[in-house]
């Protein structure tokens, strides 16, 4: 207790350069388990990206392919799924709610997708959070639209403006389906999800734009107007994917293998927490280079503190001398420089993990509305404290 009382008195008579050392030993710690969690729960809230759903059901290809273009609108599907092999999954008596996805088109670089009003009913995301329509309504005519925040906010749309929906993936003029306009409906709420980023109208809207059409191009001699396309048959003959959810998770790999069997054309029933990992796994590899530059930030915030302490060797000879004339034996000043840091370290510790949390409680709400990750303020992991152990 002498050596520690001892230590802090000689901490106090230099308390300006031990400030600066435990602030810089604070602000390491900081960012280590701060890009900890943050690492942490990017994982988790891509992970949840969607939530809620039992099985994406596609076309047959890969799983990872599935996931990539049904939920974060990558690539484009190798076949379509017919309305009736979607009928005959709805039917099914395992299945509680499915929502129909239909993809290939876009507006000015973002997709369009084409549901029903189910998607804002049963979509989940991020630990089932339902979608939220920040202004309007969901589509109800059928030339209404529902615009992702990240559409509105880039192309400065608000409700009741008009937009003109493109054929395929690039938006030029001889794709546009110019005859035919949608007028914004909705403005949803940010997701941090490709949600933000898609155009949502309804499924027939998708058969009237095309109702003219045939094989990506216009069919010659035949217009068909916005009106007149209201009063034909819009039922969709082909949708690109759908979203499944079960009576019971038990009935899971049993309704999946049913898919995988259908014998009237070729399907895929994926369970996207799975294929979400597996996408994680080739894409994560950038989680690991946060925790390396937070850990050698930390290295470089000890190293401070060490070369603090060394430079104050040299100025306390004197008091080296003192202490060896009044009895203090080699063992004790060893001990005393090592109680000096042991405190700065500790003080730095603390200071680092109060400067988290009020930086979490600050930060919470702008990083969950601004990139749609909930930072949960809860209590230090075992892999934390493991962490912080290893910095003492």
């Known amino acids: 207790m002498a050596i520690l009382s001892l230590a802090w008195q000689s ?7 031990a400030l600066l050392t435990i ?6 710690v900081t960012l280590l388990v701060g890009v900890e969690r943050l690492r942490t729960e990017a994982r988790m809230s891509f992970a949840n990206t969607l939530s809620g759903t039992d099985l994406i059901v596609g076309a047959r290809s890969g799983p990872v392919q599935l996931l990539l273009y049904s939920v974060f609108r990558i690539g484009d599907a190798t076949n379509n799924i017919s309305w009736q092999s979607y009928q005959d999954i709805k039917a099914h008596p395992l299945v509680k709610w499915t929502v129909p996805i239909s993809l290939g088109d876009s507006h000015r670089g973002f997709r369009v997708l084409g549901t029903t009003p189910a998607y804002f009913e049963h979509y989940r995301y991020s630990k089932d959070r339902q ?3 920040a202004e309007g309504k969901p589509f109800d005519d059928l030339y209404d639209a ?3 925040v990240e559409v509105a906010e880039k192309l400065g749309y608000k409700l009741g403006d008009s937009i003109v929906i493109a054929h395929g993936a690039s938006d030029v003029s001889f794709a546009r389906h110019d005859d035919k306009p949608f007028r914004v409906a909705g403005i949803l709420e940010r997701t941090g999800t490709p949600v933000d980023r898609t155009v949502h109208v309804s499924l027939q809207a998708i058969e009237a734009i095309h ?3 045939k094989s990506g191009a216009p069919i010659p001699g035949l217009s068909v107007s916005a009106e007149r396309a209201r009063s034909m048959k819009l039922t969709p003959k082909a949708i690109t994917a759908s979203l499944v959810g079960l009576k019971s998770k038990i009935a899971t790999f049993k309704v999946q293998r049913y898919i995988n069997d259908y014998a009237e054309e070729p399907l895929l029933a994926i369970l996207p927490g799975v294929a979400l990992s597996q996408l994680w796994n080739l894409i994560g590899i950038a989680e690991n280079a946060l925790l390396i530059v937070s850990v050698f930030v930390v290295v470089v915030g000890l190293f401070g503190m060490l070369t603090a302490l060394l430079t104050s060797l040299n100025e306390r000879r004197r008091e080296m001398a003192i202490l060896r004339s009044v009895g203090a034996r080699p063992g004790h000043v060893f001990a005393l420089i090592m109680g000096e840091a042991g405190v700065l370290t500790f003080l730095g510790v603390l200071s680092g993990l109060a400067f988290l949390y009020l930086l979490l409680i600050i930060g919470q709400p702008i ?3 601004q990139f749609g990750i909930l930072l949960e303020i809860s209590v230090l992991s075992q892999y934390e404290w493991m962490l912080l152990g290893a910095v003492l």
């Open 131 to 133: 979608l939220v329509i």
């Open 146 to 148: 529902v615009l992702g």
């Open 367 to 369: 990083i969950n509305t």
């Open 11 to 17: 901490l106090w008579n230099r308390r300006f350069t």
């Open 23 to 28: 602030i810089s030993i604070a602000l390491s």
């Open 211 to 213: 109702i003219d059409w």
